[in-house]
């Protein structure tokens, strides 16, 4: 049975729903959460689509959560669904984050304050890691596995930057998943 077309997202749910995401993201696992908002809760997305948007928030430069957001509003409402998205996840955190500074300077070493900020970022850091587990459970045959093991020993324990992996793995697993398609079919 076909699946149902996925409910029409209004302009203002859009900048609504990102403004919510960007301000109860602080600390990282933006990913997790407009999963959630996005593919779970309003079923704006497919999971497939949500994937590409998460791989090309990656690879794009700039921050990945920003690009996911364009993504998803540009596939929800086009170019006006982009801007909705961009304004709602940037917005009200940089306002939000600017008041902070403002308390902080007026604060200054305030106790407290840091072991709170700790805090935050182990819950992003948690959703980040679901992310991730839910990303690798749609991950088939050896070679992702294999390319994923590769950037994390060569990243996380070797130290090795970023760039130069990635410009080295990225052509790497292309050519591995264009022989196992040839191989296919």
């Known amino acids: ?35 959630r908002e996005v593919v779970v809760r309003r079923r704006w997305l497919s999971e497939e689509g949500f994937l590409t948007g998460v791989a090309l928030g990656q690879v794009l430069p700039g921050p990945n959560s920003v690009n996911l957001a364009l993504y998803i509003g540009q596939q929800l ?42 805090g935050v970022a182990a819950a992003g850091l948690a959703n980040s890691l679901t992310t991730g587990l839910r990303t690798a459970r749609h991950m088939r045959g050896a070679w992702p596995w294999v390319m994923a093991g590769a950037t994390f020993v060569a990243v996380g324990l070797l130290r090795w930057p970023m760039i130069p992996v990635v410009a080295v793995l990225i052509p790497a697993s292309i050519a591995l998943a264009w022989a196992g398609s040839r191989a296919r079919g």
């Open 1 to 35: 049975m076909p699946e149902a077309d996925p409910p029409q997202a209004r302009l203002f749910d859009i900048l609504r729903v990102f403004a919510a995401l960007g301000m109860a993201s602080f600390g990282g696992g933006l990913a997790g959460w407009m999963h």
């Open 77 to 118: 409402r086009g170019l006006p669904g982009a801007a909705m998205a961009f304004l709602g996840i940037l917005g009200p955190p940089f306002l939000f984050i600017l008041g902070l500074a403002l308390l902080y300077g007026w604060g200054l070493g305030m106790a407290g304050f840091g072991v709170v900020l700790g």
